[in-house]
């Protein structure tokens, strides 16, 4: 039988290896010089100002709601189709999420949803929006950016799933994900699964400098030695805890595999597109595709989601087949956390009828033509069997 086929998978190549020993074998495992070089990278690579570099994608958007001031009285609203990450940070500063629904055809949360939500409350109760670049599908920030000018909301993207992705503003320019310039914060993760990996890792970009000190000072306990925000100084040794902070960072050959990792984005980018342009044109006019679609501009492609009937049945069929798809996601709302907060009154049509549909197929830079070929053979035999 075939090897295992999974949905999403990491590519460690020899000069990845190099990078990471020859940090391994240096002075600094953290707080080195290693971190600094990876978040200058980043942030060229996205185009932003400044990028903080941190565990993981959670503890990122922690520090951005830290940052924000986030509290039991502030609301934000995020979509109910992500990954917990992305409703929980809200939560880890006492404050409220609240979901509105997804666009039906991007599955990124749906703008005319948002605003119908802002105004169903009294005015300034929101505090702020997470929209997710879901898939890879770079939701438009330039739309995003207005309504919360409409309402005085910041914005956290959540670019986990989109670095190097982009969408095309008014004025025609490609806007890319994470470069920060309409809205606060960005942020990205390195899990495996995602497009560049460092086992664990996170990252926040921002072109807001009073926000981006911040970040550096809650990363690392709240505590500074810069002599220029000490409050006195007592000599050598002297620090100050300003603010309540935490241990949030990445060690340094962890970043050294992210520098490492990044030098491929882009070739692992196109290769993403073009397996996405494989699976659109052997799908088309299958019928047992729902809602057909052409390949998306500056979609990066994390994830390739069909949306089929019998969803369970052809989970099962693949994974007899060594094919193991996944679904993404179930969506945060159900969860019995978030129900218990709610009181089950929340529902979100469009996002529980696109959770019963949907299944990602394996779409990673180094799936092979033949093995996408049997994913897709595999795919029509079970419908044709039917
Ligand atoms: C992966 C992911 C996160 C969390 O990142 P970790 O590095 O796993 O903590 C948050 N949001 C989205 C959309 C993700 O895909």
Redesign the pocket.
Known sequence: MIDKIPYGKQDITSEDLQAVTSVLTGEFLTQGPAVSIFENEFAAYVGAKYAVAV???????HLCTLALNVNKDTNVITTPI?????ANCVRYCGGSVYFADIDKDSFVLDIAKTEELILSKPAGFFSGIIP???AGFAANMEAFRELANRYNLWIIE????SPGGFFIDKKGLKQYCGSAGLTEFC?????P??HIACG???MITTNDETLYKKLLLLRTHGITRDPSLLEHNEGGWWYEMQELGYNYRITDFQAALGSSQLKRAELGLARRREIAERYQSAFMNKPYILGQSGVVEGHAY?LYVIRIEKRKELYDYLKQKNIYCQV??IPVHTMPYYKRLSGEKVSMPVAEQYYSECLSLPMYPTLTNEQQDYVIREIDLFFNSL
């Not at 959540?158 to 799933?161: G, N, P, R, S, Y």
């Open positions: 565990s993981n994608g959670t503890t990122a958007l992500t990954f917990a990450a992305s997710v670049d879901f959540d670019a986990c799933h942020v990205f993760s390195f899990h699964v995602k664990e890792g996170g994390h993404h996601y």
